[in-house]
């Protein structure tokens, strides 16, 4: 028995929208119910005032928490598309930050506020969110129908065998008599091959899906949500193109400006100590240049402190390797450190860099690579960054293969980045530096 249109009325309402849409609409509704979480801190402030045991100020902090309450929403909201295994991550960066930046506002305003009421607004804020999160991924499994047999085979090659036995994943073949499912309202969606045989049964088939409001996904698309990463076209796909994002580049050029500028008087004087350091420890220039290639295909110079042996004749681009016998003793602790990326910052100033962004390549391979991997060059739409998404989650990638992997990740960053991603990143990075991984 095929279910219609007028007996799916339900359904409709839960299959239409896509994951991540129903995701940012349980984020929405948690939200604004949320707002309880202010109320409650009011009314501690006004027990406290009424005891004795605080001030007015403490009320009146707790209003101004208002301002990051909303601000971390939205941000949660903008990265409702990142894999789950990044939620967490995600969740409390994004409710840290706007609180740091209230204080850095009284700070800079001069303003008389409460630390506790901060800390007070900033714990039950953070613990709210993480709660919507947590109760939204256990009452939530994607169901996902499988009509092509294939399917899973090409996920698991797609973005690995273990993202599929997450919890919050369920791949289910479609029935073998051929017909429709009747609980379309308890599942995700349906997944399809895209090299499925075409025919004019499978065509009517997914006529009727599209009439009952079931969200059709590619097996590209599912692997994109578990992974973070953005599946690469085939080669003869042409018309796969991918777009930026222009206002928030202003925006994210203005922060980098203000950023690297707010920040020299630490920047500098390490520059100052790294760069003795370079030359005390071997022959050679202490900076090392090289011609990158930037956003929209233009190249630039790029500078960092050397921590390779100097070399009289040009070299031909090779890939960093590990244990490479050419990196000096200072260079393998500035290159763990990514003390040797500081002279970028300057690049970031020209203009020609951003703090966050896809590493730049060096010329030759953006040449060799564009020709022989698909959609290569759209990783050029943003500018490169001193720390981005792939070099997070991959590292560095030592040969084409590896290259590729990093390139989804790069073109993931391209179509989704944003505040939210670029704070993910941030924390990543911090964690990077810390442990040294992905260092060649």
Known sequence: MQATPSSSAAADRGTLASSTARRQSAQIRWALMGGVTLVLSYLIALVLQHFGWATSLFGQTVLWCALPYGLSAHWIYRGANLPAAERTSLLL???????????????????????????????????????????????????????????????????????????????????????????????AGVVLDRRGPESDSRSQLLGRLKLQHVRLYSAEAVAELLTGRKMLPEDHDELWQLDGNPAYDVAKRSMDLALVLLTLPLWLPMCALVGTAVKLDSSGPMLFSQVRVGRDGYSF????????????????????QVSDDRVTRVGRFIRRSRLDELPQLFNVLLGHMSLIGPRPEQTQFVQAFATRIPAYTYRHLVRPGLTGWAQMQQGYAGNEEETVVKLSYDLYYVEHYSMALDLLIIAKTIRTVLTGFGAR
């Open 93 to 187: 960066v994004t409710t840290l930050t706007p609180f740091l930046l209230l204080l850095l506002g009284f700070a800079l305003l001069q303003k008389p506020f409460s630390r506790g009421a901060v800390l007070l607004a900033y714990l039950l804020s953070t613990a709210w969110f993480i709660i919507g999160d947590r109760r939204y991924r256990y009452h939530t499994v994607q169901k996902l129908y499988c009509l092509d047999p294939g399917v899973p085979a090409l996920l698991a090659q797609l973005c690995g065998s273990e993202e599929l036995h997450r919890k919050d994943i369920e791949l289910m073949p479609w029935p073998d008599d051929g017909n429709e499912p009747h609980e379309f309202g308890t599942i």
């Open 301 to 320: 110079r790029l500078w960092k402190f050397r921590s390779m042996r100097h070399e009289t004749e040009p070299q031909p681009a090779r890939f960093a």
